[in-house]
T-cell receptor, first 114, second 115 residues
């Protein structure tokens, strides 16, 4: 079966702009989590969605937001981009909410803010 | 708060063993281990739930000491394919023995296996 699909794979944006990233989970998976990965900070949890509801949120400013659609696809949005937002953004899908089941990661979207 | 992984990096020759540790300051509900190769997505290795269990498959195993809030990943007779960055993810326990379901990852341990 198809894996987790993230689009686009690469993005270059200018400071102050906004960006939307997309994640299509594995068919049948209803839980989607987002992470920011940077060399210095490792994998930082952004948020988790299940059935179109945000279940958990990490310690990121309000410029970072997300949503989930009825088909479980998820988007995350970053407004007023800053240079420090440059990172690899990963999404992971799992069958159920909570973290007692295996999560499958997508290849990520590499965002560069210039 | 992020769990702390040690060591930050380890270099091995094929056939050698390694241990990667993961410590948390919080009571834990579960510990997850993932491996990420350069330029690829993290790949699931195993989950350990509270209860002090030990798991393993092939030559990679892990233990979870609930009382010490620690987990260790054991790689025996390492192979070239084991090279990558290993992440532990922890899920904190809350009252009632359940969890929030939020996974917090450590900063990773870079493992390099040479021929």
């Amino acid at each position: 079966k198809a894996g987790v699909t993230q689009t686009p794979r690469y993005l270059i944006k200018t400071r102050g702009q906004q960006v939307t990233l997309s994640c299509s989970p594995i068919s049948g998976h209803r839980s989607v989590s987002w992470y920011q990965q940077t060399p210095g900070q490792g994998l930082q949890f952004l948020f988790e969605y299940f059935s179109e509801t945000q279940r958990n949120k990490g310690n990121f400013p309000g410029r970072f937001s997300g949503r989930q659609f009825s088909n479980s696809r998820s988007e995350m949005n970053v407004s007023t981009l800053e240079l420090g937002d440059s990172a690899l953004y990963l999404c992971a899908s799992s069958l159920t909410p909570g973290q007692t089941t295996e999560a499958f990661f997508g290849q990520g979207t590499r965002l560069t803010v210039v | 708060q992020q769990p702390v992984q040690s060591p930050q990096a380890v270099i091995l020759r094929e056939g050698e063993d390694a241990v990667i540790n993961c410590s948390s300051s919080k009571a834990l509900y579960s510990v997850h281990w993932y491996r990420q190769k350069h330029g690829e997505a993290p790949v699931f290795l195993m989950i350990l739930l509270k209860g002090g269990e030990q798991k393993g498959h092939d030559k990679i195993s892990a233990s979870f000491n609930e009382k010490k809030q620690q987990s260790s990943l054991y790689l025996t007779a390492s192979q070239l394919s084991y090279s990558g960055t290993y992440f532990c993810g922890t899920e904190a326990s809350i009252a009632g023995g359940t969890s929030y379901g939020k996974l917090t990852f450590g900063q990773g341990t870079i493992l390099t296996v040479h021929p």
